[in-house]
Every structure is written in C-alpha cells, then in structure tokens.
C-alpha cells in the first residue's frame, strides 16, 4: 500500500503536524530521518569507498606483476579474499553479535533486530561475490567451476541459511516476534562460520590456505601485491558499511510504514474528505457553480 500525504495540504489546526489528521486528530509520528552529521558521514564513507575500489582495481590490474605460478590470475586475489572477508566475518559476524545483543534483556532493543537484519542482507551480496569469484578463479585452476569441497560447501550451505533467515522475515508477525524468532534462526547460521574457517585445516580441500592469516602469522605475498590486497580489504570494508548504513535507513523506515499503516491510510481519507467538502463549499467563479468550476456539466 502507498500513501501521499503531500498531495492535499491540509490548514488550520489540521496542518500543525504533517502527519495528522483533520476529522480525528489521527497523529502519526513523523518518519525516521538521519541528521545531517550521519547524512554527511555516509556520503563521506560511500566517496572513500568508490575511491578506494578504483585504486584497488588499477593497481591489481595495471601495476602489480603477475604470479610466478599463476600469472595474471593472481589479480583476481586483490578482490575474492576482500569479499569473503567481509561476507563470513564482517557481516555474518556482526549479525550474531548483533542478535545476541538482542536476545540478552539488558541490551534488548529493535535497533540491534534492524541492524543483523541489514547486516545479513548485505552478506548475503557478498556472499554470492565470493562463490562467483572463487568459480572464476577455479575454472583455471582446478579444471571446473565448481567442487564439492569443504570450503566451498560450506560457504554455500551459510548462503542457503541466511536466504531462509531473510525469507523468515518475510513472514507477517509483531516485531518482536519476528526479532525472535529470526535471533535463533541467525546464531544457528553462525555455527557455519567457523567451520568454513577451519575447513581447510580440518579436511584435505582444493581450497588454498590462508594467504595473510595463516597459523604461523607469516604472510606469503609481499611487496606492492601486499599493499594492494591491504587496499582490496579496506575497500570493500568500506563498502560493506556504508552498504550497511543505506540498508538500515531502509529498514527503519520500513518498520515505521508498518507500525503506522492504519494511521497513514486513515490520514489520508481524511485529507481527502477535506479536499472534497472544500470543492463542494466553494462558490467558484462569479455566476458560476462549484460543478462549473471542476468542470462537470
């Protein structure tokens, strides 16, 4: 259901709120709007991370040598760990933190439901950016798009999970019923985390260790193919949170139209009755009939 409030402009003691009403005194409390410092602090976020992902794509193309190995296909380094990053950990991380906080009654708020939601949501992006790059890189590699690997499969399987955590929101109920029940529906999509995490030490995969964060700490790519990955991983964090920003912004004035749709559509019906009784009190033109006026013979 849509709803314009700013078709009709209401006046006298109608028009002290822009969102009540004139037969009832229906009031609806006005949507949720960042402040100008959290407006410019996301603008700033999404120019650093526009900025960042250009350089990042330059140097990883155009600057840093190919692999020794792997030739050119080692570009594609600069950009698949960066997004797995952000979809395993950042992201997914952030909302089981995010849906514990909810779930212990000091810190129970809606805020932290909307925030593992947007955070899910976005994952989930980045998700689907992992699988497709590392089936890219794995083409070449390993002679198919795709394997039944460990680690592969299990970031898969994570997918499949919060798909149905985003589908179980979908589902008509209260807030706090629909926070709660997707609060235990995310801590159990957490569980795969680390699991893929250690699935190639736990299994003998396809899957190449770890490039920077290895169990000894000792990093196996060096110079400005180094600070190039850095880059990839500060600019899609970048990215993923000013993704994050937008994506919660939405979501809080989605759950506003919700809680407020009977009050809106009430608003609305009576903007319009004022309209119409305006229409009909109207003496319109001189000589003439309000009829006259709106053209009706």
């Known amino acids: 259901m849509t709803h314009d409030l700013t078709t009709t402009p209401l006046e006298g003691p109608a028009a002290a709120h822009p969102y009540s009403g004139a037969a009832t005194n229906t009031r609806v409390s006005p949507p949720p709007s960042p402040s100008t410092t ?57 909302a089981a933190v995010s849906t514990l906080l909810y779930l212990w009654p000091r810190t129970r708020s809606l805020f932290w439901d909307r925030l593992a939601a947007a955070a899910v949501e976005v994952g989930v ?12 890189w794995g083409k070449p590699t390993w002679g198919v798009w795709w394997a039944w690997d460990a680690r592969l499969t ?15 929101r979908r589902v008509p109920a209260e807030p706090e019923v629909r926070a709660r029940r997707s609060a235990f529906v995310a801590l159990f999509a957490a569980i795969d985390i680390p ?3 250690f699935s190639v030490d736990w299994w003998n995969t396809l899957h190449q260790g770890a490039t920077v964060l ?9 110079g400005s193919m180094a600070w190039t990955l850095l880059l990839g991983f500060v600019a899609l964090t ?14 809080a004035i989605e759950d506003w139209l919700a ?19 305006r229409v009909a009190s109207d003496p319109g033109p001189a000589g003439g009939s309000p009829t006259d006026r709106v053209g009706v013979a």
């Open 38 to 94: 959290a407006r410019r602090t996301e603008h700033i976020i999404g120019l650093l991370a526009l900025v960042g992902t250009a350089a990042t794509v330059w140097l990883g193309i155009w600057v840093t040598p190919p692999d020794k190995v792997q030739g050119d296909l080692v570009r594609l380094v600069y950009i698949h760990p960066g997004v797995a990053w952000v979809a395993l950990y950042l992201a997914f991380g952030l």
């Open 238 to 251: 970048l990215v993923f949170v000013w993704m994050l920003l937008v994506r919660y912004r939405i979501g």
């Open 214 to 222: 290895n169990a000894n700490l000792s990093p196996t790519i060096h």
């Open 125 to 136: 992006i980045f998700n689907i950016c992992t699988l497709v790059s590392g089936s890219i």
């Open 195 to 197: 699991i893929i995490h």
């Open 259 to 277: 809680a407020n749709e009977l009050d809106l559509a009430l608003a609305e019906r009576q903007a319009e009755g004022v309209a119409a009784s």
């Open 154 to 168: 299990s970031t898969a399987v994570l997918l499949v999970l919060f798909l149905g955590y985003m589908a179980l």
